[in-house]
C-alpha cells in the first residue's frame, strides 16, 4: 500500500485534550523541531513528548510498513524495542505560530491523524525553515 507522508502543523487555538488517547500506546514518541531563520541561523529547538491524540493501530501499521533493516533494535529491561527515526523539513512562506506537531497520512482522497503532539507556540516568520526529527520507540 502506498502512503503520503504528511507532517504538519496547526496554528495556536485552544484545543481539548481528550485523555482516552495516548493512554493505550505500548512504544514512546519523541519530537524534535529546530527552527531556523532565512539566514540558517538557529533560532530555538523545542522537544515534545506530550500527546494529544494518537491513533495506536494505525501508526503501529505505518511504522511496519516504515520500518526498515536500518531501524535499529535494542533491549531494553528484557523488552526488544525497535527505534525508528525520521526527519522532514518546511519551508515557511508566511507568518504563523505552531501550537502542535502532527503525523498524517494520505491516502488517495483522505487524510488520517496518526498522532499528535502539542507543545507551546513557536513563532515562525516568511522564509523560516523547520526541521522536525521523528522518534518512535515500539516493541518488537
Known amino acids: ?3 503520503i507522508l504528511i507532517i504538519s502543523t496547526i496554528l ?3 484545543i481539548t485534550i481528550c485523555p482516552a488517547f495516548g ?3 505500548d512504544g514512546f514518541i519523541f519530537v524534535q523541531n529546530i527552527l531556523r531563520d532565512s539566514d540558517g541561523n538557529l533560532v530555538t529547538t523545542h522537544q515534545v513528548t506530550k500527546i494529544g491524540y494518537i491513533n495506536p493501530v494505525a501508526l503501529d501499521q505505518f511504522l511496519t ?3 526498515s533493516q536500518n531501524d535499529p ?3 531494553m529491561s ?3 524495542m525497535q527505534i525508528i527515526e525520521r526527519a522532514i523539513t518546511v519551508d515557511f512562506d508566511s507568518k504563523n505560530v505552531l501550537s502542535d506537531t502532527t503525523l498524517n497520512i494520505g491516502e488517495k482522497d483522505k487524510v488520517l491523524t496518526l498522532v499528535r503532539l502539542i507543545h507551546d507556540g513557536i513563532p515562525v516568520t516568511k522564509g523560516d525553515q523547520m526541521t522536525t526529527i521523528w522518534t518512535f520507540i515500539r516493541p518488537v
Open 1 to 3: 500500500m502506498n502512503h
Open 12 to 14: 495556536l487555538i485552544p
Open 23 to 25: 493512554q493505550n500506546y
Open 65 to 67: 510498513e516504515e520500518a
Open 73 to 75: 533494535i535494542v533491549s
Open 78 to 80: 528484557g523488552q526488544r
